[in-house]
Structure formats: structure tokens, C-alpha cells
């Protein structure tokens, strides 16, 4: 064999060397996904730079499109984790025992128990935050009358409190919104006290209760909106579970887990202090003041680690 041969052999042998490792390590790294929307994107960083901090080599894929795209991503291994909600277990696996959804600690042991044996997915430590349907009031409405839950508000409004509310028409034609809180709570809007916007934006609802719009001083509302703290709207709580409940939480590949089992220590801390209110907060420093997401995550993980 001629040495310009043997040269060749031994660089041939350097690259397929070099393109084992880069393949190994490839394979090692967590890609860290979310969904497209505000809340995904923070949550996703949360993960992301968390892990990074944490020793975890990671990708970053945050606001990578929506729930069905993620999650298939998850489980065709192109991603490893990414923040999913407890109550999309529901639409996951077809509605099973769809009462349980409305409970927060049975909706997450179903989803959690499902998809490990479905799909080899790992639930980890959710959020105490709720993104459910919700009606919010003004805060100087809650504030004057002691608003708090919805229970609160059926008192209110049969003492013949003022109260105007925006909403879609979904929420309030579907069955499992507004009439289901009427049902539950024992209350009745008028027409009068309905400002029905097109569409089904929150944000639009939000702003009609900021601005007072034709006397609006409540809204339809997700529980950690944005918008809320930000404006000043008060979440009323849902005492009777009318909605199923969507806590935020990580879910991890199995496999993924195994090759790094610190994920889930790095990653419980975090969701346990991720309440209703810091969540809104977090959102709000995104939506309303135009922060990065990425800014948003970094300095609530350095407030955490303080």
C-alpha cells in the first residue's frame, strides 16, 4: 500500500471517528420543545435554560408549533421534553372518565399513568396554576365587594350588584362555559349584561374590561392570562369544578429521563413555585411589556437561585 494510501486510510478513519462522536453526542442532548403561544415559549425557557444551568446539554426548539405537533414530536423521539397540560389527557386519550379532568391531583395520576404506558412519557411536577376557562372581574369591583371565587359572584349578582361581562359567543353559547357556570353557581346574565365580542380572543375581552367599554367590568377570561395581573382583573375561582383543570407540568421521553435523572430534581422546584399569579405575572412581562421570553425565564430562575 502506497503511503499517500495509508494517509488517506488514516483521515478517512479521523472523520468517521469524528462523525461517531458528533452522532453520540447528538443523541445526548435534550431538545427542549414547547408550543408556539406565549406561555409555551416562557415555560419552554424555563425548561430550557434551567436544564442548560443544571448541567443538562440541551437544544433549544421552544415555540415549535402547536399541541399536536409537539407532542408527536415527543413521542417520535425528535423531541425529549417539552410543557403540556394535565387536562389535554382528556383529548389525548378520548375523554376518559372525563369528570376526573375537573380534579386537579386525579386529572394529573391518569395523564401521568396513560401516557407512561401508552407512550413511555413521564409527567413530572406540575404547576399549581390553572389555564382554564375562568371569569374574571375588575380589580376594584373584587376589591370593594370581596370577590374572590364564583360562589362570591352568584352573591353579588343576586343582591343586584352592577355587572357587565365580555365574552365570545363559544362561552356563551357552549354548554360547558357560561351556562354551565350559570348552572352550577345559580345565576342568569341578561342580554344586558353580556357584551358578546366576535371571535375568541382573550385579549379583546380583557381590554373591554380595562377600558370599561360600554360598562364592562368583567371578562372571559384563561386563568393565567397574561393580561391580568397586568390590567389589574381578578381571576373568581371555580369552587364547584365547572372546568377541567390545566396545570402546566414538563413531560419527559422515558429514555430521556433515564440518561439524565437529575431532570426531574432541577425541574420540581421551579414548577412548585410557578402559582397562578407568578405565571400571570411571567406572562404579562411578555405580552403586555414586550419582554423576551427567554429575559423573562432567566431572571425568575436567578430570583429562584437567590
Known amino acids: 500500500m502506497s503511503l499517500l494510501a495509508k494517509q488517506l486510510g488514516r483521515l478517512l478513519s479521523v472523520l468517521a471517528l469524528w462523525g461517531l462522536l458528533a452522532a453520540a453526542q447528538a443523541q445526548q442532548t435534550v431538545v427542549v420543545a414547547s408550543k408556539i403561544d406565549t406561555e409555551g415559549a416562557v415555560l419552554g425557557q424555563l425548561i430550557y435554560q434551567a436544564l442548560q444551568r443544571g448541567g443538562v446539554p440541551v437544544t433549544d426548539r421552544t415555540q415549535l408549533g402547536a399541541t399536536h405537533i409537539v407532542r408527536s414530536a415527543l413521542i417520535a423521539g425528535e423531541v425529549g421534553i417539552y410543557p403540556e397540560y394535565t387536562g389535554n389527557g382528556a383529548f389525548f386519550f378520548d375523554g376518559v372518565d372525563s369528570r376526573l379532568w375537573k380534579d386537579a391531583e386525579q386529572g394529573y ?24 376557562w375562568a371569569m374574571s372581574v375588575r380589580g376594584d369591583l373584587a376589591r370593594a365587594h370581596g370577590l374572590k371565587t364564583l360562589d362570591d359572584l352568584a352573591r353579588y349578582l343576586a343582591a343586584g350588584g352592577a355587572f357587565k361581562f365580555a365574552a365570545s359567543a363559544e362561552f356563551v353559547e357552549s354548554p360547558a362555559a357560561l351556562p354551565a357556570f350559570q348552572q352550577a353557581y345559580g345565576f342568569t346574565l341578561t342580554s344586558e349584561q353580556l357584551l358578546i365580542l366576535a371571535g375568541g380572543n382573550t385579549a379583546a375581552t380583557i381590554r373591554a374590561a380595562s377600558l370599561q367599554t360600554n360598562g364592562v367590568n368583567a371578562a372571559m377570561t ?85
Open 222 to 306: 384563561y386563568g393565567t392570562d397574561g393580561g391580568l395581573s397586568a390590567l389589574d382583573l381578578q381571576v373568581l375561582e371555580d369552587t364547584r369544578g365547572v372546568q377541567p383543570v390545566y396545570q402546566p407540568a414538563p413531560v419527559v421521553r422515558a429514555d430521556v429521563l433515564e440518561a439524565y435523572p437529575q431532570i426531574a430534581g432541577i425541574l420540581q422546584p421551579i414548577f412548585v413555585a410557578l402559582d397562578l399569579p407568578t405565571l400571570q405575572r411571567l406572562n404579562g412581562e411578555v405580552a403586555v411589556q414586550g419582554a423576551e421570553p427567554a429575559q423573562v425565564a432567566a431572571a425568575f430562575l436567578d430570583s429562584l437561585a437567590q
Open 109 to 132: 395520576a391518569k395523564v401521568k399513568a396513560l401516557d407512561l404506558a401508552a407512550n413511555r412519557l413521564v409527567w413530572l411536577q406540575p404547576a399549581k396554576a390553572n389555564n382554564t
